[in-house]
T-cell receptor, first 115, second 113 residues
Framework: AQTVTQSQPEMSVQEAETVTLSCTYD???????LFWYKQPPSRQMILVIR??????QNATENRFSVNFQKAAKSFSLKISDSQLGDAAMYFC????????????FGEGTQLTVNP | GAGVSQSPSNKVTEKGKDVELRCDPI?????LYWYRQSLGQGLEFLIY????????KSGLPSDRFSAERTGGSVSTLTIQRTQQEDSAVYLC???????????FGPGTRLTVT
């Protein structure tokens, strides 16, 4: 079974600074997808960024980028120029690529952005 | 267009009562998922519907939990004889197709007293 681990229950960052959230996963599959979701107090999960395992290039979405280390099974999220609106719970998630559907989530990291 | 909607937003029920939670997926989305988010267990998969195929029920924690999806659209998650450990936020998501990006609803917070 696949597992996803986020070892940082809480992180904080100063506004305009950069922060990196860590995620490791365990799988024996070669075809899979990794995601970072953001959950603000409204509870609605929002997709931040996704990475296909077969792609060597790290995904980027504006201020958000990932460092995908396939051999190390590591998938960290870097948030640059942090904004107050980035404060939320962040979840790392895994989905198998072979007719996969369900997401397997990590425990989450609560990010605080200090003004 | 409208996103995934869930009702009720919050539900308080007494132990032993049955509850029904509703999910309206995005129109045209063939896949629908239920997840549970609780303090002790984190975010966990419950059940998955894809078109007319038999649902994947492998995440349901007990036979008190059941779900159906009528007409390939609206889904109802039913919890019978609720227990305090059922207290959680129940999230619904839908995707255009199997393996597509999942769009989440705002969840239903269930409190069992």
């Amino acid at each position: 079974a696949q597992t996803v681990t986020q070892s940082q229950p809480e992180m904080s960052v100063q506004e305009a600074e950069t922060v990196t959230l860590s995620c490791t996963y365990d799988t024996s599959e070669s075809d899979y997808y990794l995601f970072w979701y953001k959950q603000p107090p409204s509870r609605q999960m929002i997709l931040v960024i996704r990475q296909e395992a077969y792609k060597q290039q790290n995904a980027t979405e504006n201020r958000f980028s990932v460092n995908f280390q396939k051999a190390a099974k590591s998938f960290s999220l870097k948030i640059s120029d942090s904004q107050l609106g980035d404060a939320a719970m962040y979840f790392c998630a895994y989905r198998t690529g072979t007719s996969g559907s369900r997401l397997t989530f990590g425990e989450g990291t609560q990010l605080t952005v200090n003004p | 267009g409208a996103g995934v909607s869930q009702s009720p937003s919050n539900k308080v029920t007494e132990k032993g009562k049955d509850v029904e939670l509703r999910c309206d997926p995005i129109s045209g989305h063939t896949a629908l998922y239920w997840y549970r988010q609780s303090l002790g267990q984190g975010l966990e998969f419950l059940i998955y519907f894809q078109g007319n195929s038999a649902p994947d029920k492998s995440g349901l924690p007990s036979d008190r939990f059941s779900a159906e999806r009528t007409g390939g659209s609206v889904s109802t998650l039913t919890i019978q004889r609720t227990q305090q450990e059922d207290s959680a936020v129940y999230l619904c998501a839908s995707s255009l197709m199997q393996g597509g990006e999942q769009y989440f609803g705002p969840g239903t917070r269930l409190t069992v007293t």
